[in-house]
């Protein structure tokens, strides 16, 4: 089991900006592929961003050059900075790891958090 605890999320203006936090206990990222996922009421979990245990990552062209993942020098905590928000960010936000795959599926990530809530309002 990989715990992952998500935190960050909240209530704010379109246009805003938010950073979620993904921690992990006793592993680190750096063993782990991990990546951010979103689901609005009604709506399949989609894909936000990756980033694979070199460090690289990858976003949903629906949010390049608004989001920015990142990790802390531990390897502990993911980030996710978003900024210049829009309505249609709204969405509950899952972090996922897996040690072997890295891609867009939420189906083939092993680990997952319980989600913190984005809301944006216009």
């Known amino acids: 089991q990989v715990p992952l605890v998500e935190s960050g999320g909240g209530l704010v203006q379109a246009g805003g900006s938010l950073r979620l936090s993904c921690a992990t206990s006793g592993r680190t990222f750096r063993a782990y592929n991990a990546a951010w996922f979103r689901q609005a009421p009604g709506k399949e979990r989609e894909f936000v961003a990756s980033i694979n245990k070199n460090g690289g990552s990858v976003y949903a062209d629906s949010v390049k050059g608004r989001f920015t993942l990142s990790r802390d020098d531990a390897e502990t905590t993911l980030y996710l900075e978003m900024n210049s928000l829009k309505p249609e960010d709204t969405a509950l936000y899952f972090c996922?790891?897996?040690?072997?795959?890295?891609?867009?599926?939420?189906?083939?990530?092993?680990?997952w958090g319980q989600g913190t809530q984005v809301t944006v309002s216009s």
């Open positions: 996922a790891a897996d040690r072997y795959y890295l891609g867009t599926s939420p189906r083939s990530f092993d680990y």
